[in-house]
Every structure is written in structure tokens, then in C-alpha cells.
Nanobody, 130 residues
Framework: EEKLMESGGGSVQTGGSLRLSCTAS????????MGWFRQGTGNKCELVAF?????????SDTAAVRGRFTASRDDAANTVYLQMDRLTPEDTSVYIC??????????????????????WGQGTQVTVSA
């Protein structure tokens, strides 16, 4: 069974940092693209970071997090990370990771959260106080 388990969420003050982890099991991790999502304004799904199966491509198309959030992966540990810096109250949300076979979805499908067949984690809560 394919599983993803997020950890590292919690409460932090404005300006602080958190590093989320997402550990995979039940599938070959290093040939999967990974994405980090959150629920944005109005519960809209936002892709906050993406990292390809090779690790060669990382991106964050959400302007609100560009330059502050970075994805990385450790294939030996079957884990993808989300480093979040200079956090603001607007970053408060549930953060969820997802996995799909490399190139199964196009970039725009990740960007618009159209990856319904991906494997999804349960999410981890991040709360940023003023």
C-alpha cells in the first residue's frame, strides 16, 4: 500500500521557520515527483512546492511563498522536505504532500492541483501567530 506521512508541523511566531517532512512507503520513491500543497484563501488548493523525481527540478508557483519555501528530497530516506522561512500568519494552513510517478502529470496539472490520482498524505497543521 502506498503511503505518505507528514510531520514537522506546529506553531511558530511570525518570522520563524519550520521544516516539514513527508516520508513515503509502499512504492519506489526515487521515480516519483513530489508536491507540497496547502489550503489557501477560501480553501483554494495551492501548490507551494514541487520537486521532480530526479530532484533536478524544483519550483514554487505560488507567488506568496516564492523565495521563502524550498523543497528538497533524500531518496535514501524516502523523504521529501519543505523548508519554510520568514513565515507569516497567512501561511497558517494544513500542508499536505502528494506523490505521482515521474512525468505522469504535466506541470500545469500540479499547479492547478489536478493530481487526483496521486498518493496523498494526511497533512500536518502549521500555525503562525502574529
Amino acid at each position: 500500500e502506498e503511503k505518505l506521512m507528514e510531520s514537522g508541523g506546529g506553531s511558530v511566531q511570525t518570522g520563524g521557520s519550520l521544516r516539514l517532512s513527508c516520508t513515503a512507503s509502499g512504492f519506489t520513491f526515487d521515480d516519483h515527483d513530489m508536491g507540497w500543497f496547502r489550503q489557501g484563501t477560501g480553501n483554494k488548493c495551492e501548490l507551494v512546492a514541487f520537486i521532480s523525481g530526479s530532484g533536478g527540478t524544483t519550483s514554487s508557483d505560488t507567488a506568496a511563498v516564492r523565495g521563502r519555501f524550498t523543497a528538497s528530497r533524500d531518496d535514501a530516506a524516502n523523504t521529501v522536505y519543505l523548508q519554510m522561512d520568514r513565515l507569516t500568519p497567512e501561511d497558517t494552513s494544513v500542508y499536505i504532500c502528494a506523490a505521482a510517478p515521474t512525468d505522469y502529470y504535466a506541470d500545469f496539472e500540479w499547479r492547478y492541483c489536478s493530481v487526483s490520482s496521486a498518493t496523498w498524505g494526511q497533512g500536518t497543521q502549521v500555525t503562525v501567530s502574529a
